[in-house]
């Protein structure tokens, strides 16, 4: 296919979005059934630069398609599932409604609105009990050889990023305790390693605050006062209810990639810290835990609007998606997004890298059908609290630690190992 003005090149591309040709070519349909598909929400599209045409988002094509092949038998099924498809994993802990995720039996936002800790809704989804706890856990603090040995680590490059800086904290920690056998004589629980390995990821976030050092909570300090310490901020009220809610509204998602690992790792009967680990190391990538980073520097903090909208037609001219933007599972609009942008707006609507955002958003929303997701609410709130660049990715771990943690131990309980199976198609030709 001819490059028609800023449209993308062909359906083999790569990218993000389809033409409207190739997505009726993809899925055989006529002009009215696409048309069909976007008015019922289940293909979302944003306004090509001539306002005449759209481009169609990829992932929910291709979902369309393979769900209409899924007749063809279970293997065209599976396939389809493993795609934003069907559930594939039966859970207690979050289910993903309109109005954002439900943690158990409450809504994640109005958990945010009743001001409930994070450890208060971390506990919940570990033991099912919403026993509100205001202050923060008690739990063995990191031992100095951890923390030690961290502070090497650090000195690796001169500016590490922060969730590779988790990473190695739930490694050391993970070490520390050492084997099973070990684990058990010395009489720690599951839920405590959970509490002590986030207190842990807390304190690393000082390398990210002005004395670039750990910064071990204090006795009773919940996270989120301890987050705002560590990063260099005055913990007012304020500041702690907005790094709290940013803690809450992504506690868990569902079965995201990174969750699903935790489910594997946990299967195979790993301890908790290597399910953590691994989930980590899943989550820090372009596609998952760091588009925040994506969004930081599309966004930046120094562009004026006009800018900021002439980054994002470019992004879209090339056919890809707009970090921050068009969450797959949310057609009309990311609920923890519009929350924390509420929240930002409240604390930050005198900065002017706040006000910046809010007029870049509203003309995107306006002109180009894009909707806020988690990603830039949070960027945006970091910025209205005056916090580093990387903090809203470190934020994101953080806060998913808690939720692959509960998946862990629900998938123990579950008592199997995930092992799908593979369809062999043969090598692949060659010229």
């Given amino acids: 296919m001819a490059r028609n003005g800023s449209g993308p090149r062909n359906a083999a591309s790569g990218g993000d979005y389809l033409t409207r040709a190739e997505a009726l070519e993809v899925l055989g349909i006529k002009p009215q059934t696409l048309y069909a598909y976007v008015s019922r929400g289940l293909i979302h599209s944003v306004p090509q630069a001539d306002r005449r045409s759209s481009y169609y988002l990829r992932e929910d094509v291709e979902r369309i398609r393979l769900k209409s092949a899924a007749r063809a038998g279970f293997g065209a099924v599976a396939a389809s599932a493993m795609r934003w498809g069907e559930p594939v994993i039966t859970t207690s802990v979050t289910q993903i409604t309109d109005a954002g995720p439900r943690y158990r039996s409450r809504l994640a936002a109005d958990l945010v609105r009743a001001q409930a800790s994070f450890e208060t809704v971390a506990d ?84 990210l605050g002005t004395r670039r050092r750990f910064a071990p909570l204090r006795a009773g300090e919940p996270v989120a006062a301890g987050l705002a310490r560590a990063l260099g901020i005055a913990p007012t009220p304020a500041a702690v209810r907005a790094l709290n809610a940013i803690l809450v509204l992504d506690v868990d998602h569902e079965l995201t990639s990174s969750t699903f690992v935790a489910r594997i790792a946990a299967s195979c009967g790993v301890d908790l810290h290597a399910c953590i680990g691994a989930a980590l ?11 925040a980073d994506s969004v930081e ?131 692949a030709e060659t010229a």
């Fill in 124 to 207: 919940f989804l570990w033991e099912g009990n919403c026993i509100d706890r205001p202050d923060g856990w008690t739990a063995p603090d990191t031992p100095a050889e951890v923390v030690a040995q961290l502070s090497l680590g650090a000195k690796l490059r001169t500016r590490p990023h922060i969730v590779q800086l988790l990473v190695l904290a739930v490694g050391l920690l993970g070490a520390y305790h050492g084997s099973l056998r070990m684990r058990i004589e010395s009489g720690a629980t599951q839920v405590l390693l959970a509490r002590q390995a986030i207190r842990t990821m807390t304190g690393v976030f000082g390398f």
């Fill in 297 to 427: 520097q599309l966004l930046d903090a120094r562009a004026d609007p006009a800018t900021m909208i002439a980054r994002i037609r470019s992004v879209l001219a090339s056919a890809q998606r707009v970090p921050g933007f068009n969450h797959p599972l949310y057609p009309r609009g990311d609920p923890r997004a519009a929350l924390l942008i509420e929240i930002a707006r409240d604390i930050g609507r005198s900065r002017r890298a706040v006000r910046n955002l809010l007029e870049t958003i509203d003309v995107a929303q306006r002109k180009l059908d894009l909707r806020p997701s988690f990603e830039l609410g949070s960027v945006m709130l970091c910025r209205a609290l005056r916090l580093p660049p990387q903090t809203s990715s470190g934020l994101r771990s953080l806060a998913r630690t808690a939720g692959w943690v509960a998946h862990a131990f629900e998938q123990r309980l579950a008592a199997f190992m995930i092992r799908p199976r593979a369809k062999f198609v043969g090598p």
């Fill in 281 to 291: 190391n899943t989550h820090h990538s372009l596609l998952t835990g760091s588009r």
